[in-house]
């Protein structure tokens, strides 16, 4: 960090340029972590809704 007066005010500021590499590739793991659960949230519910359609077809009907 770098600190900087000018009156009143003071700006800081990252100084180390590994600073922006390191929360880009933090900031792309996350997003590639998402993208992959939603792919495996997105396979589950595949699976669920030909699993209950398969409940609803003629051929399971019970009759008492």
């Known amino acids: 960090m770098s600190r900087q007066q000018q009156g009143i005010s003071v700006y800081y500021a990252i100084s180390?340029?590994?600073?922006?590499?390191?929360?880009?590739?933090?900031?792309?793991?996350?997003?590639?972590?998402?993208?992959?659960?939603?792919?495996?949230?997105?396979?589950?519910?595949?699976?669920?809704t030909l699993f209950l359609a398969s409940?609803?077809?003629p051929a399971f009907t019970h009759h008492c």
């Open 16 to 48: 180390d340029p590994v600073i922006f590499e390191l929360c880009e590739l933090v900031c792309d793991r996350i997003g590639n972590q998402i993208q992959k659960r939603a792919k495996e949230f997105e396979q589950i519910k595949a699976f669920s």
């Open 55 to 57: 409940f609803a077809s």
